[in-house]
T-cell receptor
Framework: DTEVTQTPKHLVMGMTNKKSLKCEQH?????MYWYKQKAKKPPELMFVYSYEKLSINESVPSRFSPECPNSSLLNLHLHALQPEDSALYLC?????????????FGDGTRLSIL | EDKVVQSPLSLVVHEGDTVTLNCSYE??????LLWYKQEKKAPTFLFML????IEKKSGRLSSILDKKELFSILNITATQTGDSAVYLC?????????????FGDGTTLTVKP
């Protein structure tokens, strides 16, 4: 088990559904990240929040909408996803995005789009 | 565009062997290079390298960075079956208020008994 907790662990949804992925950490980290990882591929950065503000958006389609309600929580709201969005979604956190610190990853949410 | 290339992509060895994994990069505004180990789920942190020529060591694992030639190596000595995993190299670059990571494709290491 990691110190970054992601829920749910698995999610199956239809293309018209709306769902949210949740990520929580209680390490006092002020940078949080969303990655998408397809099978046998490396993680690809989607979003970075630093001090609860969106710092990086890697040209992610608007059907993915991130939210950082406080310093411990990070959500990813999903709407009208496509089958190619099926992947493992990883959340990570680091102490402070402005300085060199390693990222701590959650176990991910495995998302399947029908 | 930032690029991180790992080699080999896969490697099969026997217990007790020593392996060297490679990571080369071409990025703008280098901040750090990190190695992670990924088994079934979350990547776990191994090393962070920021300065050339300083070896980082943890048990049987060690790593070093060459900022002039733009590469890093990860060495594992006396390999064990528990070392079987995907080893990911990530390079962080400076970005507004945050670091931005690009990962290589990973090296899949299989250690046979």
């Amino acid at each position: 088990d990691t110190e970054v907790t992601q829920t749910p662990k698995h999610l199956v949804m239809g293309m018209t559904n709306k769902k949210s992925l949740k990520c929580e950490q209680h390490m006092g980290h002020r940078a949080m990240y969303w990655y998408k990882q397809k099978a046998k591929k490396p993680p690809e950065l989607m979003f970075v929040y630093s001090y609860e503000k969106l710092s990086i958006n890697e040209s992610v389609p608007s059907r993915f909408s991130p939210e950082c309600p406080n310093s411990s929580l990070l959500n990813l709201h999903l709407h009208a996803l496509q089958p190619e969005d099926s992947a493992l979604y990883l959340c990570a956190s680091s102490q402070d995005g402005r300085v060199n610190q390693p990222q701590h990853f959650g176990d991910g949410t495995r998302l399947s789009i029908l | 565009e930032d690029k991180v290339v790992q080699s080999p992509l896969s490697l099969v060895v026997h217990e007790g062997d020593t392996v060297t994994l490679n990571c080369s990069y071409e990025v703008t505004n280098f901040r750090s290079l990190l190695w992670y180990k990924q088994e079934k789920k979350a990547p776990t942190f191994l090393f962070m390298l920021t300065s050339s020529g300083i070896e980082k060591k943890s048990g049987r694992l060690s790593s070093i960075l060459d900022k002039k030639e733009l590469f890093s190596i990860l060495n594992i000595t006396a390999t064990q079956t528990g070392d079987s995993a995907v080893y990911l190299c990530a390079v962080e670059v400076y970005f507004t208020n945050a670091g931005k990571s690009t990962f290589g494709d990973g090296t899949t290491l299989t250690v046979k008994p």
